[in-house]
Nanobody, 125 residues
C-alpha cells in the first residue's frame, strides 16, 4: 500500500494550495480518507476526513470555511483545497486511510490504517 502526497510548497499568507494524495495497493473506496498535520515541536493533529463516498466530511475548527476535502474514487485520490492560508497552517501534511464507520466523525490517528509520506506546507507572513 502506498499513499503518495504532493502539492505542498511555499505560499504567502492569504494564498491557496491544493494537496493531492494518490493511493495504490488498496481498494480505495473501502476506506475513509483524511488529512492530518504536524508542525515543528507540536503533536500531529487532525485536519479533515471524508467518508468512502464523499458524502460525509469533518473538519477541525481551525480550518472550517477555509479548507475543503474531496475525493475521486475513479482516480484513487483524495484532495485538500486550502484557501486563506495563515502562517499557523505551516506544517507537514499527511494523508491517511482509516476505517469506514465512526472514524470520519471521530478521527483518531491511532486508528489510521495507512499513512502517506507527508508534504511540507509553509505559509509566510
Amino acid at each position: 500500500v502506498q499513499l503518495q502526497a504532493c502539492g505542498g510548497g511555499l505560499v504567502q499568507a492569504g494564498g491557496s494550495l491544493r494537496l493531492s494524495c494518490a493511493a495504490s495497493g488498496l481498494t480505495f473506496s473501502s476506506y475513509a480518507m483524511g488529512w492530518f498535520r504536524q508542525a515543528p515541536g507540536k503533536e500531529r493533529e487532525f485536519v479533515a476526513t471524508i467518508s468512502w463516498g464523499g458524502r460525509t466530511t469533518n473538519y477541525a475548527e481551525f480550518v472550517k470555511g477555509r479548507f475543503t476535502i474531496s475525493r475521486d474514487n475513479n482516480k484513487n485520490t483524495v484532495y485538500l483545497q486550502m484557501n486563506s492560508l495563515k502562517p499557523e497552517d505551516t506544517a507537514v501534511y499527511y494523508c491517511a486511510a482509516g476505517p469506514l464507520r465512526t472514524w470520519v466523525l471521530s478521527p483518531n490517528d491511532n486508528e489510521v490504517y495507512y499513512w502517506g509520506q507527508g508534504t511540507q506546507v509553509t505559509v509566510s507572513s
